[in-house]
């Protein structure tokens, strides 16, 4: 008797993005196969030619459902403290592939791009409506940059392999939500402004100079999109010429990370050296991250979104880094806060990170006098927020004084 051939499961399209999204957030877009994808899902490579012409279209299929996901969780009006607990379960939920959202959208197309910040920004507006009804005092700018500080915070939950799971990390990201979102009237980053770029002061060798360029082109195009010819061409040389400092293109990727990890550990050295007192220290580790992330603006891009694309024993050494970078602020935050749990302090700390990078990155790394202090302190905010569980009424009563 012949059986029946097993039926095709009707989610399997959604099976493969979801796969894809969770290869893409760990090794990068350009470091996954559609054969690697398939093999998560359990079928063949041509099986996924079934659902999607190419990988391009996962990429696109899986965006769109991060988006549809954050808008569906926060369609029914609400209190602002339903919509920010329904960011927070869909953030920690989808730790594994909600980082698309940070880096891997730069492979997206133009149009896609606008089609992703379109849904980014309704999502924000839903946020920033309730808020103003709270504060309406607040210009329109201000809400939404609050707001954006606050996704900020719930997305940090996808840039480390912490424990971050379950309804008591998104009850406390959604504290740290109001504690940005209770944070003084900001100041709104000029209108026009160019993105800044790792800063070029004087004369520089020609091994400096690759470097200089090689972070800018990753940073402005991304490692894989990016030649030996192009480094060369844009510092005045010919491809062979490069080989003469650098053994080929992630060499140089390698470089920046070192020169990164080097500059951060030196920052913060010092910062915890001048102090007099571990407050006074935590203070000062914000400030000088805050102050290397929009001085060094390519090369904090170039750190934060290429690791995947490092040759594998450089990756080992320098994630240990980061985590070393990591651990001294969890250290500083529980020597000031000896009652907060080491694993809500982690999670702080992630948020703190990823607030002075997303709020720098949505603001050009503007460095008019104000903005950069006005992002540290929502760092440190971020830092000092309550780890109580019980809920915040924003219905009835307001949170915090209404400005």
Known sequence: MVSEPAKRPKDRKDRIALAGAELFCQRGYHGVSVDE???????????????????????????????????AATTSQGTLDELLAAVAAVAVGRRRVAGLYQWEGRYLTREHRREFGAGLGELVGRLAGPLRALRPRLRDGQAELLVDAALSAFGSVTTHRGTATGAGTAQL?????????????????????DAATTAAAGPASRRELLLREAIRLFHRHGFHAVAVEDIGRAAGMQASSVYRYFPGKADLLAAAYHRATDRL????????????????????????????????????????????????????RLRGAQRVHVEEWVRLVGTVRP?????????????????????????????????????????????????????????GSAPFPIS
């Open 173 to 193: 990201l959604t504290r740290v939500a109001w504690t940005l979102l209770r944070a003084p009237p900001p100041q709104l980053p000029a209108p026009s402004r």
């Open 37 to 71: 994808i398939a093999a998560a899902v359990g079928i063949s490579g041509p099986a996924v030619y079934r659902h999607f012409p190419n990988k391009y279209a996962i990429l696109v299929h899986a965006t769109r459902d991060i988006v549809g996901a954050l808008l």
């Open 339 to 395: 009652d907060l749990p080491a694993a809500d302090a982690r999670v702080l700390v992630h948020a703190a990170l990823n607030v002075v990078t997303d709020i720098g990155r949505l603001g050009g790394f503007d460095r008019t006098p104000g903005y950069e202090a006005q992002t540290a302190g929502l760092a440190l905010a971020v830092l000092r927020a309550a780890p109580d569980r019980t809920p915040i009424r924003s219905r």
């Open 265 to 316: 550990a030196g920052a913060t050295t010092s910062a915890v050296a001048e102090a007099s007192d571990p407050a006074d220290a935590l203070r000062r580790v914000v400030r000088a991250y805050t102050a290397f992330a929009f001085g060094q603006s390519d090369l904090v891009a170039v750190y934060l979104a290429e690791n995947t694309n490092l040759p594998g024993a450089d990756r080992h």
